[in-house]
């Protein structure tokens, strides 16, 4: 008699807290503001992708985003406004992407997207989609570097490679993205 009393309250217990592993887990990887990936959920995927991409030869690349004069947007309309916008850039990145790939928030207005089996052509088409949604639903614009991987970069000399892109459109007027040829 007993035992069948003590049964079901170990499996609610087992039950709950498998469900708390599951979201303590999920709340690691995503970034609370944005709802997006964050850097621990990036090197999960690198882990796997990287390799897989050698394997198959098949190409991925990503696209580092930045907004354009955040701090001025923050300056003038508020920090709240500034996190309002972060979450409308958000869910723009996740609505234009493809649901294979994975969309960081990188940093405080820098965003990551890893797209797999994309050449540098289909990374344009995606990046001239989201710039297109970003003009038409904010008052703002974005600038970024786009690369593709290849065998003799490291993904962190890839994320480089797409950084000094990055930099450069913001040198050469904003509002654009800049590609790296393999």
Do not use: W
Not at 162 to 169: E, I, K
């Amino acid at each position: 008699m007993l035992i069948s009393r003590l049964i079901p309250r170990q499996n609610k217990l087992l039950v709950e807290n498998i469900a708390l592993r599951i979201e303590n887990e999920h709340r690691s990887l995503t970034d609370p503001l944005t709802k997006l990936g964050n850097r621990r959920r990036l090197y999960l995927l690198i882990e796997t992708l990287v390799p897989s991409s050698l394997r198959r030869k098949d190409p991925f690349s990503i696209v580092l985003l930045d907004i354009d004069n955040f701090k001025l947007f923050n300056d003038e309309f508020g920090h709240s406004a500034g996190d309002e916008l972060l979450v409308e850039v958000s869910d723009i990145l996740k609505d234009c992407s493809r649901d294979q790939d994975l969309v960081i928030r990188y940093g405080g207005e820098e965003f990551l997207l890893v797209l797999p089996s994309t050449s540098l052509e289909s990374a344009q088409i995606l990046v001239n989609r989201i710039r297109s949604a970003i003009k038409a639903k904010t008052a703002i614009t974005c600038s970024g570097g786009i690369a593709m991987h290849c065998e003799q970069l490291s993904f962190k000399q890839l994320v480089e490679k797409a950084d000094q892109y990055l930099y450069a459109t913001k040198h050469e007027g904003k509002d654009c993205f800049v590609f790296a040829k393999p």
